[in-house]
């Protein structure tokens, strides 16, 4: 065997350790979701049977009938706790966008004193787990009595949401160069109209990306929604999961119909954004 | 169409001052070069011109008015900046045409104007083209356009050659000379680089640490240099320079090795006996006999052992040792030359420079 056989068997062998690899991490990473969505379309006696079945014998939409049907034949408020969760997420991703895009452009373009303690002190509110501050928030919630409503869960999610943002939406506006803006305002724009028509624009791409980011995480959230909603007028769909559990049964069949309903809005929201997520917008203004 | 002066300008970056008072006056349709080593400052000006940086003390005025406090808008100046900066996210059409529609203009003026500067730069094809489609000139062209399409009174270029290759730099030269001679508006235009400064400018400002050392036209910085800082920044290459003393007679500068050459009549009696002197000369002022000078003039001979020559086609310049210091020499019909040949030159001492060693300054 030649030394140019060698490297290219050598090279087939990595080739296909590399797909098996990655066909492990991808089934990791999908086998959960896709096991919702099947168990979501057969009868229980199938979802609970040991061994597994893992080729469903039967599919049938009984779950989602139930779900969509009446309380006393085990259906939920689906609608309510979709439009909450779709209130909710919008408003306070749409107000977190804009406190992020005004505090992370700050961040990338001007010098001011305590910058960077401002800034870390941003990311250390992240390492405080979010259930952790659920006691605190309940008690002055409840003082607030702001418990069980819209605007209670939207100030958390902005709250969450705002540090995270910043530090995303300051890297984007980093990459745009500064001399753009300066070329704006020699081209006779104020310093806001620079701003809007030609550094958003140039970054909109990755303030779409800290949208997405932000929306998921409002959209997901479980721990501090259950605490701070009570009623079908704020619950959102992650708590609502909690319905299919009764005392002495959890009916798996009725939550995976329900988590697939969850899933299905962030999946379109991810595809509509991801098209204007067109990379490298940022380059041919300047030399390259 | 204006004048531009700077009046005792001063920038101070927290407690470094980078610009230390300068005094300018820029004529109507002038071309003036702010040239200089990076860090001198030369941007900077630049920039307070443009209203991008505010100015810490001094004036600027534009025409008859002192636009200090003026936003970079309301100055009616134009900048091509260095990297191009044009808005990625627009065709070349809505970049040459942008600064227009922020000022409401008419789509059909807009339309007019933008044909207009597209035909002067040959940009008409690319028209619809987003700038990452475009090579590093054809953007460098865009960018003048989106100056020239707002008929601004002073055009402000900064360094807008220096990322292109030689060959596409010498060519946009000749672009932007042609430019002036067609647009004839004020140019205020910042480069590092000697020869573009000397090519372009009506007028030369060469700046170091925030000062201006010398301004005068092409030909007057690069014969009667003000100090060694100027003689070694302008021209290709820089000017030999050797310390050296004038004799006892004061009819002779006597270099470290103890040669002695005549010295230049134009300072004799610019000199003192003993005096600490540098002795500068141009590359094209020292040449191997029967290779350049015509006879004639007063010159002095030297003996020069070659430790390199770099052929150039129409000249070949020799580099060589005298006094222990490398010194460039130029050979024109030249002959190959080999390493480690000694040739007999001649120096041209009526364009010899003879500056104070202490001050760095000419001696007049």
Redesign the interface.
Known sequence: MNINQQHRLKRYFFKGGHLFLLFIAMSIICLPGLWIVLNSFRPTVEIMAKPPVWIPNSLSLEHYRAMFGSVGQGGIPVGRYFMNSLVISLTSTIIAMLVAIAGGYAFARYRFRGKSVIFVTFMLTRAVPGVALSLPLFIVFAKLGIIDTHFGLILVYVAMNVPFSIWLIDGFFRQV?K??A?????????RW?AFW??EF??A?AGIASAAIFAFLTSWNEYALASQLTRSVFSKTMPVGLLDFTSEFTINWGGMCALAVLMIIPALILTFIVQKHLIS????????G | MASVSLRNLVKTYGKTQVVHGINLDIEHNEFVVLVGPSGCGKSTTLRMI???EPITSGDIGIGDNVVNEL???DRN???V?????????MTVRENLG??LK??HQTDEIIKASVINAAEILGLVELLER?????S?GQ?QRVAMG?AIV?DPDIFLFDEPLS?LDAKLRAQMRIEIKKLHQRIKTTIVYVTHDQVEAMTLADRIVIMRDGLIEQQGTPLEVFETPVNTFVASFIGSPPMNLLPATISDSQDAVILTDGTSLLLPSLYKSKVSARQSIVFGFRADNLMPIGHGLSPGLETAQIELLVNLSEPLGTETILFGDIAGQEIQAKMFNPRPVSFGETLTCELNLSRCHLFDRESQERLR
């Open positions: 160069p001399e753009l300066e070329a704006a305002e020699i081209d006779g724009c104020t109209q028509k030609v624009p140039v909109k490298g917008l940022t380059f041919g203004g300047i030399k | 443009a209203g991008l936003p970079p808008r100046v134009s900048m900046f260095q990297n191009y900066a044009l808005y990625p996210h942008f600064s922020i000022a987003r700038p990452s489609e475009l590093g953007r989106r707002r990322n």
